[in-house]
């Protein structure tokens, strides 16, 4: 394992209290952190660690940004600048598209209420899609409320307590399942049906809805789809604003474009597919809502640096003049995965991202009592066909059967357990409910963009070969930490 540089300290600071390093394991609460490790991750629903690609990259990039140890304000503005030059690029955005950046997805949820704040006289109404398939954080940020003891610029909060100037917004929230009660995914016209009850409920009381997309949910959901979301925009238009979780990266540029191109903000996170350390994150914005936003509420500048926003969007100005290194950091070894990833053809991706797939559905599917929690409603397998990127790349594996039956507590000490076998896979998410009411036993399998990188070179029969391995490991691994080794299948397998 790589010791630990200026780089990997650099990296764990300018974000909240999940950046930290514990200091016995010298990991995160995620079990991960900002230097290359030799554990088999299959974690990037989660968080990962940074490849040794990306963190030779990133000790290079800060030789260059602060040589003498010092990283001043008008040089962590340059590269903010360089770096959404280079998202542009990657994603092939227009120009005029704003870029946000925060020091984590959880943030940038206040991007979004920034830039509808004022549009009614009774505040925003907060139109929020599947609260238990985002991160947990993001129901005090989505409510424009501090979510965690402290911010990015280090000033002490309170969780829950509201944001100056967005509290004063009178922002409400209101969340609508993406499951049902058997775990289901639910179709498209339910939710889209159920965000018109909540828009009419917004009018009523005089607010603005802003409407939450799921775009690669914690399961790889994508709802509504985009025929509901134009139906929304043809009854509504400029009356509501959508805003697009996509903070799993696992999106297509043609997929932000559709988006964008309907005047949506999209939410990016560089710490889950794209690949790079915890934590990171930035908003697309059409250039129509930014430079109709009101000036930024007060209290961003206790969240936000001036360098982080556009520099004409209104408001910004009083926002502190200061340098994130860290922010810097991380974002630099994301951006350095993304542009590698999509380099490569949507042939190249897609069969690597199959041969994953298949691996886990062999290794996985079968030899222990596990099924996969379908990414798309009943019936519409034809969904994931066509999105292999959000709904391939990420396995949710129902692990129940496991025990009698094993529930999400038991999940949460077998995520920690298999850290003793070299594995880490992404934490269980409340997605699959047992007869009794409890939530069931859940983890997730994904696949990252180093990943797929490391592996586009391979030969179908070696990728095969490679993917099996890492999954027969995970199983058996899995089968341990259950106590569900003396499996026949499994002795079998032995």
Not at 149 to 175: C, F, M, N, Q, R
Not at 236 to 263: E, K
Not at 279 to 306: D, E, Q, Y
Request: aromatic share 6%; glycine share 8%; with cysteine.
């Amino acid at each position: 394992m790589t010791q630990d540089t200026a780089a990997t300290q650099a990296m764990t600071e300018g974000g909240d209290a999940r950046l930290h390093l514990d200091a016995k394991t010298g990991l995160n609460r995620y079990h991960s952190g900002p230097r290359p490790s030799d554990v088999l991750a299959y974690a990037s629903s989660t968080a990962n660690d940074i490849s040794p690609d990306a963190f030779a990259h990133v000790e290079a990039v800060l030789k260059e940004l602060a040589p003498a140890g010092d990283f001043m304000p008008k040089a962590y503005a340059a590269h903010l600048r360089q770096l959404r030059r280079r998202i542009r690029k990657a994603y092939r955005v227009a120009h005029d598209v704003e870029i946000v950046f925060a020091p984590s997805g959880t943030d940038l949820e206040y991007v979004a209420l920034a830039a509808v704040a004022g549009k009614a006289a009774g505040g925003t109404h907060n139109i929020l899609l599947g609260a238990d398939e985002v991160g947990s954080g993001c129901i005090h940020s989505a409510h424009g409320r501090y979510f965690a003891d402290e911010t990015a610029l280090g000033i002490s909060t309170k969780v829950g307590e509201g944001v100056p100037g967005l509290d004063d917004t009178h922002v409400d929230l209101i969340d609508i399942p993406v499951r049902d009660v058997q775990g289901h995914a639910r179709p498209s016209s339910d939710i889209t049906a159920a965000i018109e009850d909540a828009i009419t409920a917004a009018q009523a009381a005089d607010r603005y809805p802003l409407i939450h997309v799921v775009h690669g949910s914690k399961t790889g959901l994508i709802l509504p789809a985009l025929d509901d979301i134009d139906r929304l925009r043809a009854a509504h238009g400029d009356a509501v604003t959508f805003v697009v979780d996509a903070c799993q990266a696992r999106i297509t540029s043609a997929a932000i474009a559709d988006y964008l191109g309907r005047g949506a903000i999209v939410f990016i996170t560089g710490s889950k597919f794209m690949g790079g350390p915890p934590f990171s994150g930035f908003a697309l914005v059409p250039p129509a809502l930014a430079a109709g936003a009101a000036a930024l509420p007060r209290g961003l500048a206790t969240i936000f640096r001036r360098a982080e926003w556009p520099e004409a969007w209104p408001g910004a100005t009083p926002l502190p003049d200061a340098a994130n290194l860290g922010l810097s950091l991380r974002l630099e070894a994301s951006i350095f995965e993304l542009e590698r990833f999509q380099a490569l053809s949507l042939e190249e991706v897609t069969r690597v991202v199959l041969a994953f797939h298949a691996a886990v559905r062999q290794a996985m599917i079968g030899p222990l009592p596990i099924r996969r929690v379908a990414p798309y409603p009943p019936g519409d397998r034809a969904e994931a066909d066509s999105h292999p990127i959000e709904m391939r790349t990420l396995s949710t594996l129902d692990l129940s059967h496991l025990g009698e039956p094993a529930t999400f507590e038991d999940a949460q000490h077998w995520h920690h357990d298999l850290l003793a076998h070299g594995i880490r896979l992404g934490q269980p998410v409340k997605c699959v409910k047992l007869d009794d009411g409890r939530w069931g036993a859940t983890l997730r399998v994904g696949l990252s963009m180093p990943n797929v990188v490391a592996r586009v070179g391979l030969s179908d029969r070696a990728l095969k070969r490679a993917f099996e391995a890492d999954m027969d490991r995970i199983e058996l691994a899995l089968a341990a930490v259950s106590g569900q080794q003396d499996a026949p299948s499994l002795a079998k397998a032995c």
